[in-house]
């Protein structure tokens, strides 16, 4: 059901007629929600972006909280453990800097959605993620 509201949603069309890597910000998200909904549910855009900021620090303080977020079909947000390393070295200056063991937030994306990016029309894969040839 969710699948075919996402398809008619203004925010999602925009991307596929453009070949272009296009944002979705989270004010076009909360429109596409919000447009999706039928006019019976008088959900209001704000409550929908007090829903939206609501995931989005649940999610977030369980991840800090070292755990680890499952959404099926969607994919998994964690914080891995990246070694430190006594000679790494800065990027921009070139200078040989110590860095010690910290955390990194991944994400792993489900199974459903590996598939729908494999079927995915290349054209809308952004140049910037295109291997040179």
């Known amino acids: 059901m969710v699948e075919s509201r996402r398809n008619e949603s203004p925010a999602y069309q925009e991307g596929a ?16 929600l919000y447009e999706s909904l ?3 549910s008088r959900t209001t855009r704000k409550e929908i972006h007090e829903l939206i900021d609501g995931l ?14 499952e959404l099926r079909g969607f ?6 453990l990246r070694k430190g390393r006594s000679k790494a070295r800065n990027p921009k200056t070139g ?20 598939k729908a990016a494999w079927e995915m029309d290349t054209s809308l894969i952004p140049k910037s993620f295109r291997k040179k040839e």
């Open 75 to 80: 994919g998994t947000f964690e914080v891995k």
């Open 17 to 32: 007629e453009n070949s272009m890597a296009e944002k979705l910000t989270k004010a076009e998200l909360i429109d596409a």
């Open 38 to 40: 039928s006019p019976s």
């Open 95 to 114: 200078e040989v800097v110590s860095v010690s063991d910290h955390g990194v937030a991944t994400f792993r994306p489900g199974r459903e959605l590996k």
């Open 56 to 69: 989005f620090a649940e999610i977030k303080n369980a991840v800090l909280a070292g755990k680890i977020v």
